[in-house]
């Protein structure tokens, strides 16, 4: 199964050993950035980019290291903002309550969706996902809570814990970093234990991975959930952050976007769809205000990407010599 | 009456299914003519379905060309159009995981939506369909608009082209074992890149030709494609990819399917499709006619 292995070419790098201290060295400048990010930048943007940074590494929980691409991430992630704008605004609950009834409406779409996706491999996971996610797209746009084309509006971010006022941005603003790292470490923890070690194997050969015993569907099946939760997370986060929900976030664009983010940063390694969400968000900031569409970028970004550089940004530096240098392990 | 509904309503949805169909039938067959030799999914299929709809449309209001020259002249230009890619760009992917080919015509829809949108406006244009075939005869239990059985006749009359095509000639043959054996075939003296680019335009080139049968009927827009082409795909999985004429019958009978949802549950004739894709992944995940397991 040498096709499935392109997703992520897996090559044993030796980590060198001044690596270390080089990436703790970039760990702390990395820390500094973020903490130093929305005194630089307009808050609400730093904040955006945050939700969608989170959304992409959820996303590529499952493409990176389960090779499996769902095109319909965008229901898990515009179900959750529906869910926590409603909780949130229409039944006053804390923010950290709505947060979690969005994940866990997140994760019960996961399991429902994943379950019938699993069921074939390949291209048709990607149109079954893509499909199923425009049902629940179809659903959004008929049920009354939404609220149609208008969507939810105005919603209140309220206090966290019921006394952590979080209209003040910069309060905010920290709120979102602690969860972005919490789904970052959760990622990272999931991504290097046991079973990350198997969705691995099965990414890399299936049929291996059945023959010595393992059980691969209850595997992704668990994967899909995983990171349907997380991309939950990050999209009851964005309702908090932009007070707002709407068929923008569950439309089949969404999923398309998420995809790019992790393509441009690199497919499988832990930081690109962080770097590649920021870039993406960065460029619509960009063309939000000409009258030129960002579609036509987005696409040729994406074909560009597909032909030329696969590895996307940190897996190419990966696999260059001053990645090696850095200690940066080649995705796998 | 049938089950309490007026039989002028009950046919005028099965119509109305019945074109939808129409259109499903050759998109899909489409996407299984190109998946079956490249294995690659079109995602471009709609925006190729939607610039044979402006071919028609701009033929006709820069050319002065008619809708039976706009038949002919759109499949010819989008289908050159799709060889151009496939022979550029597309066909340095093969060799690699079927997804790039996904992710890359995917791009290659968000360009093409993009720069239709960019030029001509996201709202739609309207398409006068040709003198001879408006107005409406009336069948004695429903009337029918001429158009619409016009469509109905020429994409069954396409479908079975195609179908013959692949499956009867010589040159079909030929296709069918470039998708068994590439290798082999080519070591035969066969041009099988060439053989792959020829399939690919053929594909673009149906997509087209719906384009032009659908612009008298819905409005043409740059946005109409990839509205429609998320159900094909959904078609593609209930059919499965393994069959030509799975395809066909799939799309016709999906097609019937939400018409009918239209009648007895209007609410749900956006989703039927999607929730037939789910049940029949669950009873049958290979599809209706599919063969791999």
């Known amino acids: ?56 590494a959820a996303f590529n929980l499952l493409l990176g290291y389960t090779g499996l691409l769902s095109f319909g991430h965008a229901a898990f992630f515009g179900g959750a903002a529906y869910f926590t704008a409603h ?164 439309d089949w664009h969404m999923s398309g976007q998420v995809v790019l983010m992790t393509l441009i940063g690199g497919i499988g390694t832990l930081l690109g769809p962080v770097l590649g969400a920021g870039i993406v968000i960065a460029l619509q900031n960009l063309l939000a205000t000409s009258a030129f569409p960002v579609t036509i970028i987005t696409g040729l970004v994406f074909m560009v990407c597909v032909m030329l550089f696969r590895r996307g940004l940190i897996g190419e530096l990966a696999h260059s010599r001053l990645g090696r240098a850095l200690g940066l392990r080649p995705p796998g | 009456m049938i089950f309490g509904i007026p039989i002028q309503a009950f046919m005028g949805q099965i119509l109305i299914g019945l074109i939808n169909g129409s259109f499903y039938a050759l998109l899909s067959l489409g996407l299984a003519v190109i998946f079956g030799l490249l294995r690659v999914i079109n995602f471009a299929h709609g925006a190729q379905y939607m610039l044979g709809a402006f071919v028609a449309l701009l033929a006709l209001n820069w050319l002065g060309l008619n809708y039976w020259f706009a038949l002919i002249l759109a499949p010819l230009v989008v289908g050159a159009f799709g060889a151009l890619l496939e022979r550029t760009m597309l066909s340095r992917l093969y060799q690699l995981d079927h997804l790039y080919g996904l992710l890359f015509t995917f791009g290659l829809a968000l360009t093409l939506e993009g720069t239709m949108r960019w030029y001509f406006g996201a709202s739609g244009q309207p398409y006068a369909a040709p003198a001879a075939l408006t107005g409406a005869v009336n069948l004695g239990f429903m009337v029918l608009p001429i158009y619409r059985g016009w469509v109905i006749l020429a994409s069954l009359i396409v479908c079975l082209a195609v179908w013959a095509l692949i499956e009867k000639t010589r040159l079909g043959a030929t296709l069918r ?95 039927v499709i999607f929730v037939i894709m789910a049940i029949v992944l669950i009873l049958r995940p290979a599809g209706l006619f599919g063969k791999e397991a």
């Open chain 1, 87 to 250: 909780a949130a605004k229409v039944w006053g609950w804390n923010p950290e309550f709505a947060l979690a009834l969005g994940v866990l409406g997140a994760t019960a779409l996961g399991v429902v969706i994943g379950a019938i996706a699993i069921r074939r491999q390949g291209i048709y996971f990607a149109m079954i996902t893509l499909a199923l996610a425009q049902m629940f797209f179809f659903f959004c746009l008929q049920v009354p809570f939404t609220h149609g084309e208008d969507g939810i509006q105005a919603v209140p971010r309220g206090h966290l814990f019921g006394f952590i006022d979080l209209n003040d941005t910069m309060t905010m603003y920290f709120f979102v970093l602690a969860v972005f790292v919490l789904g970052l470490v959760l990622i990272w923890r999931f991504v290097n234990s046991p079973f990350g070690m198997i969705l691995k194997a099965i990414r890399e050969n299936e049929p291996r991975a059945i023959s010595l015993g393992y059980a691969t569907a209850q595997y992704k099946l668990g994967a899909f959930v995983m990171s349907a939760a997380l991309a939950g997370m990050a999209g009851g986060l964005k309702a908090l952050v932009m007070q707002f929900a709407t068929l923008t976030d569950v």
């Open chain 1, 1 to 56: 199964m040498a096709r499935t292995s392109e997703i992520s070419t897996s090559e044993p790098g030796s980590v060198p050993t001044m690596g270390r201290g080089v990436q703790l060295l970039l760990l702390a400048l990395g820390a500094l950035v973020l903490i130093g990010a929305p005194f630089v930048v307009y808050p609400v943007f730093a904040m955006t980019m945050l939700c969608f940074a989170l959304f992409a």
């Open chain 2, 177 to 271: 074992a470039a998708t068994e054996n590439p290798t082999l075939v080519q070591s035969f003296g066969i041009n099988v890149p060439m053989l792959l680019t020829l399939t690919y335009a053929l594909g673009a080139g149906l997509a087209a030709i719906a384009g032009v049968l659908a612009a008298p009927i819905y409005q043409v827009s740059p946005l109409m494609g990839s509205n429609i082409i998320i159900v094909v795909f959904a078609v593609v999985v209930v059919g499965g990819m393994g069959s030509i004429m799975g395809a066909i019958v799939t799309g016709y009978l999906l097609g019937i399917a939400e018409g009918l949802t239209k009648v007895f549950y209007p609410e749900a004739s956006n989703i």
